[in-house]
């Protein structure tokens, strides 16, 4: 496998909010080709989300200012990796592509494809890149990549994916006893950052469609080589937690995709919760063609790892060999050398976000929904 020149200086990369999961910035911060050098974020918001860039900055080591433009000009910056909530991905993204510099984004890309447009603009205008978070690189992903693309299926005729994710979200549905308040989304979201079950943190209530639904989209993406979802029909409902109910939003869902080449993709969806698997979830890919067919294990290579008095919310399946972040971070330092193309970039993610608000308005309609694509689909 090729790797990006080491001899070269680092990119110096700023961190554009980090208010959810660190795992971006550190997997960035983890390759040798990129140097964290400050965190950033708008002096206006709110103060949890200040606490939280200041915790991270501190245990890296870098300052951090509440002026994001200032951190553009003061660090001469290369790139930056945006980690905010939701809604404010593509704006914090936006402005970075405006000011010259490459981008890593967390995912979901947005909750508004509108928002998504405005950067594909953005990042087209400057000529900079843009990588979207995903799990392509996981082991099983990758093997199963190869056995596509060696035409041992022949020409593939159906995808389906589950992606069942065994996380809690709160109190389970049906627990409000009558009279009780309405579960707020964002306290429940901070109070749920402890144990990293808050993927939908943000003012917007996002069910998993939104949250998780780029990963399987993803993945079918890329094992039928590119090819556009064309129309979609699905159903959805908050099946296991409250919160969820309460603001009528999705922890289970299923969607029927109609793509281009023929090609019907499913998924199966669901943040089933944690006493549902001893994994992160019963997460598999089915794939038919002409010559054959495969099912693949998404957590695979794993070990199963049982003691006395194991705490019962600890997994007891984990995943090895996983370098998937490591290579995420090289995928993005070779795109930006200009050796490598990006494994999803902003018009792919465009696409799925499409997908995913197309797959919503077909479960509240109860029809099927024709995707909105900037391109015309491949005939």
Known sequence: MKITDRTKPPFRVGVLSVVKHDYLPRAIAAHPRFELVCVADDADRPDWTHERNQLFADQC???????????FERFKLDAVAVSPEAERHCDLAVRAADAGLHIVVDKP????????????????????????????FLPAVIQAQAVVDAGKLGKLSAVHCDFYFSKDAGPPLGSRRPGDPTIDWLTRQLDSHADSSDGGVGTVPMGELEV???????????LTGGARVRRVFARAIAHFHQAHADNAVDDLATVTL????????????????????????????????????????????????????????EFKHRRIADENNYLLAENFARAIDGTEALILDVQGARDICATVLAALES????????????????T
């Open 212 to 222: 998780e639904g780029i990963y399987p989209l993803s993945y079918i993406r890329a």
């Open 61 to 71: 080591g870098i300052p951090y200012l509440r002026d994001v433009a200032a951190a």
């Open 109 to 136: 890309l947005s909750p508004h494809v509108e928002e998504c447009d405005r950067l594909i603009d953005a990042v087209a205008r400057n000529g900079v890149q843009c990588l979207v978070w995903n799990r392509n």
């Open 363 to 378: 479960a509240r309609s109860g029809k099927p929904v024709e995707v909105k694509h900037l391109l015309p689909p491949i």
């Open 258 to 313: 109609e793509m281009d080449g023929g090609i019907v993709g499913s998924l199966c969806i669901g943040r089933i919760g944690a006493a549902a698997h001893p994994d992160i979830g019963e997460i598999k890919l089915h794939l038919v063609g002409d010559r054959g067919a495969m099912v693949v294990a998404e957590a695979r290579p794993e070990v199963g790892i049982y003691y006395r008095d194991q705490p019962p919310l």
